[in-house]
């Protein structure tokens, strides 16, 4: 609020805020400035303030003013004019000051720099304890409007290359409604532009901006613009402005104001990134939800295609083939394949063909009877057994050996079960689930895996396709499994870095969800940031994809293609070609350069 100081001839001052249209001073009880001095008139002078303006106005023909050390009669005030009206020193301010006696700096202008620090001072302690994005941006106004002596302020943040003004305040710290009415685009987009500090002392007369239309609709006075600046990037702008008074802001209040925005942009950077985290997790959440099939997270196409394939099937006592990549999540989809079906209250076992012993396995899966071998202490149920009335599920199906593929088959058949060293049959009343990494049909070419048991579990196939092929499903995982680790392993890792989820997202991931998994526990153990990188993730450049010309890309396509299609043949050259349409030759081209037979070699019609 702008004020007259009287400075006494004891160096003491005596503050008077001016806040009306007119302020009469003079030496007669009834003025506004009641100045008892020799030489001051009984009604010596006014200040007259026209919207815009103040200007000194003598009331006595013969009362003496001087502004700056000449006489006036009538004249504009402006900030720091040091006034005579009689014998009585005054200096008239634009800020608003302490009537503290003795304060530093008193009538030379610097208290409004030294309130300016102490307000700088008092907003430093409040950023301390303020975490809350938008209790942090008012508390920034209201500090920055009370030290630099504006009557309205504003925090412009810059989001993907567009403003949003995301507090409004006025001098009585009161949020300011339809907020974007009173900003002039010209001058912020100004200091977007420069990224420095702009002060425009009377907007309405200033030849940069006098015609703007911004400017001239809002008849502007002083304003005041810093920008916010971290790290090197722009956040936004502190706009603080005074629409009564022109001239108002000096370069020591643009000192101020700068020293308040660098002191707030550092925090304000901290606080807009854990508000973004905060609305990754709640947009994570509703992606969560609508993506997730039970335990399984995904929504691309081909899993989509699963979970249609998993609600038909789960009612039934269909057998069931899952196969993929290793780490896919196919004990997942068992599971919601049992939790699906109408024996979800019953046993899920699990048992895994590949790590068992071959001289175990079928005591494994049928149980024993005691002393059926050495350390058949006991009598033991198998896992048949246990799965009566739920489902067993059979891991890595194709690593069981040729003879106990037989028992398998017959207990699948005629659901029945023997203990090792045992004579009375059991009956089972159980779903077997199967999966495997492996082709079984090329196994059985090989005479590694019997043809009738992969028909008896291959009833229906769920293929899982690999995280490459999942599009964004991979980002989607990977948050989620920071979610889930995060704040046992690491709490103070927020999310990934935009670098990071490129990465992720561009990474073939041989291993899977299982590898993503490990790749997020190993980085939040070993990382001191608040942010995985690549790096974290060991997704370094080099571990990437490379990218290779499109005619090399089409070339190693049709090679994989035909290789595929002379493979279902039986390696028959002549018939692939035919299905192909294309000319034999193009398939002994590609065969010579895989090392394959010569023309006219097996395979021929």
């Given at each position: 609020m702008p004020c007259l100081r009287w400075i006494g001839a004891n160096g003491r001052g005596q503050l008077f805020?001016?806040?009306?249209?007119?302020?009469?001073?003079?030496s007669a009880g009834g003025n506004d400035v009641l100045l008892p001095a020799p030489g001051v008139a009984s009604w010596h002078a006014q200040i007259v303030f026209d919207g815009r303006d103040?200007?000194?106005?003598?009331?006595?023909?013969?009362?003496?003013?001087?502004?700056?050390?000449?006489?006036?009669?009538?004249?504009?005030?402006?900030?720091?004019?040091?006034?005579?009206?009689?014998?009585?020193?005054?200096?008239?301010?634009?800020?608003?000051?302490?009537?503290?006696?003795?304060?530093?700096?008193?009538?030379?202008?610097?208290?409004?720099?030294?309130?300016?620090?102490?307000?700088?001072?008092?907003?430093s302690e409040r950023l301390l304890v303020t975490r809350d994005v938008q209790a942090l941006l008012e508390a920034l106004l209201?500090?920055?409007?009370?030290?630099t002596g504006a009557d309205k302020g504003f925090v412009v943040l810059l989001r993907d290359s567009k403003t949003e003004v995301r507090a409004a305040r006025n001098l009585r710290q009161e949020n300011l409604p339809d907020a974007v009415r009173h900003l002039s685009d010209s001058i912020i987009a100004r200091v977007i532009e420069s990224k420095r500090p702009l002060i425009v002392h009377d907007a309405a007369h200033d030849m940069m901006f006098k015609g703007a239309a911004s400017v001239m609709n809002l008849r502007l006075c002083s304003v005041m613009c810093a920008p916010l600046i971290a790290g090197g990037d722009l956040l936004g702008l502190i706009y603080l402005g005074n629409d009564r008074v022109a001239n108002l802001f000096e370069p020591r209040t643009m000192d101020v104001l700068s020293v308040f925005a660098s002191q707030a942009s550092l925090i304000l950077q901290n606080a807009l990134l854990?508000?973004?985290?905060?609305?990754?997790?709640?947009?994570?959440?509703?992606?969560?939800?609508?993506?997730?099939?039970g335990e399984i997270i995904g929504s691309c196409a081909s899993m989509l295609d699963v979970y249609r394939k998993v609600s038909k099937v789960a009612p039934t006592d269909i057998s069931?083939?899952?196969?993929?990549?290793?780490g896919t999540?196919?004990?997942?989809?068992?599971?919601?394949?049992?939790?699906r079906s109408s024996r979800a209250t019953g046993p899920f076992i699990v048992i895994n063909c590949g790590a068992i012993p071959e001289n175990l396995m079928e005591s494994e899966l049928f149980g024993h009877v005691k002393g059926a071998f050495t350390g058949a202490v006991t009598t033991r149920i198998g896992k048949f057994q246990s799965a009566n009335g739920g489902t067993l599920f059979l891991d890595e199906i194709g690593e069981l050996p040729l003879n106990l593929q037989v028992k398998l088959l017959r207990a699948l058949q005629e659901r029945v079960v023997t203990k090792v060293g045992d004579s009375k049959p059991e009956p089972v009343n159980i779903r077997v689930l199967a999966a495997t990494n492996r082709d079984l049909e090329e196994e059985i070419r090989k005479g590694g895996f019997r043809e009738d048991l992969y028909y008896r579990l291959n009833v229906v196939n769920l293929f899982l396709p690999p995280?490459?092929?999942?599009?964004?499903?991979?980002?989607?995982?990977?948050?989620l499994l920071l979610q889930k680790n995060g704040p046992e392993m690491n709490p103070a890792v927020r999310g990934f870095t935009p670098n990071a989820l490129i990465a992720i997202r561009k990474y073939d991931?041989?291993?899977?969800?299982?590898?993503?998994?490990?790749?997020?526990?190993?980085?939040?153990?070993l990382c001191d940031r608040s942010l995985l990188g690549p790096e974290d993730l060991d997704l370094h450049p080099e571990a990437l994809q490379t990218i290779v010309p499109l005619e090399k890309a089409k070339e190693d396509f049709q090679r994989r293609y035909i290789l595929e299609v002379l493979e279902r043949n039986n390696g028959n050259r002549t018939k692939t070609a035919r299905d192909l349409g294309v000319d034999p030759r193009t398939i002994f081209r590609y065969l010579e350069r895989e090392g394959g037979p010569a023309p006219g070699g097996p395979g021929e019609d």
């Open positions: 805020p001016i806040y009306k249209s007119i302020t009469t001073l003079g103040f200007a000194l106005d003598e009331s006595d023909p013969v009362a003496e003013i001087q502004i700056n050390g000449k006489r006036k009669r009538r004249a504009r005030l402006a900030h720091n004019d040091r006034l005579m009206i009689g014998e009585a020193e005054l200096v008239f301010s634009l800020l608003e000051e302490s009537d503290a006696p003795g304060q530093p700096g008193g009538a030379d202008g610097a208290t409004a720099e030294y309130t300016g620090l102490r307000k700088l001072f008092q907003f209201d500090g920055a409007i009370e030290a854990l508000e973004t985290l905060r609305t990754d997790n709640a947009e994570l959440e509703k992606k969560l939800k609508s993506q997730r099939f069931v083939l899952i196969t993929g990549e290793t999540g196919k004990e997942l989809i068992a599971r919601e394949i049992h939790n995280l490459r092929e999942r599009g964004d499903d991979v980002v989607v995982i990977a948050r991931w041989p291993g899977n969800v299982r590898q993503l998994e490990n790749r997020v526990k190993k980085a939040l153990v």
